[in-house]
């Protein structure tokens, strides 16, 4: 699974990056785990058969880039959580 934010980094992630790039890299392409990454680095990830976006604040120019680039990474299922009028707002259509 993968789960991208749009806000914050994920307290997972955040801490998986205290121990360097490489290392939190290192995780996602052994794709044995769920992995948390940030709209702005999310491009870098691979396809998962479950992508999450949490729209958890950050400019609406996260959220607009990051659910485009889910649904291209999502193999089976894409779960977007946040706030209905921000996620309808962004994608110009009622969700």
Sequence with gaps: MLVITTGEHHPWA??????GEAAYWAQHEAGDD????????ASRA???PVVVVAVNGGPAA???DAL???????????????????INSVLGAGV
């Design 34 to 41: 769920v992995f948390y990454a940030d709209a702005a680095v």
């Design 62 to 64: 996260a959220a607009a």
């Design 46 to 48: 691979a396809s998962r």
């Design 14 to 19: 955040a801490h998986e990056l205290s121990f």
């Design 68 to 86: 485009p680039l889910a649904l291209a990474r999502a193999g089976a299922l894409l779960i977007v959580c946040g706030d209905p009028q921000q």
